[in-house]
């Protein structure tokens, strides 16, 4: 059983960075999709980013575009997203994802169970 493990939030000013990673516990996850989805108080989960298996495509939700970056080591089973110019709306828990496929359909076979992402005005 894939066990995906996020590290890295906190609070930030609006403005600031942070930077979210996420460790695989199966080295099968080298050849999946992977990518971040957030959930803040009283919404839905919404997609962030996702990266193929090569790391060679990339896409993003219009809200992060240009702000963050979403990156891998398959090497060592890892997934990163680069949080830049963070606006008190991207308050939210973070949750990586990974799929044999795709996590761009929003239901990856397997989750994180969240890190907390605050932003403060």
């Known amino acids: 059983q894939v066990q995906l493990v996020e590290s890295g939030g906190g609070l930030a000013q609006a403005g600031g960075s942070l930077r979210l990673s996420c460790a695989a516990s199966e080295r099968t996850v080298s050849v999946y999709a992977m990518g971040w989805f957030r959930q803040a108080p009283g919404k839905e989960r919404e997609f962030v980013a996702g990266?193929?298996?090569?790391?060679?495509?990339?896409y993003y939700a219009d809200s992060v575009k240009g702000r963050f970056t979403i990156s891998r080591v398959n090497a060592n089973n890892t997934a990163t997203l680069q949080m830049n110019s963070l606006k008190p709306e991207d308050t939210a828990v973070y949750y990586c994802a990974a799929d044999p496929r795709t996590v761009a359909a929003g239901t990856p076979r397997y989750w994180g169970q969240g890190t907390q992402v605050t932003v403060s005005s």
């Open positions: 990266i193929s298996w090569t790391g060679g495509t990339t």
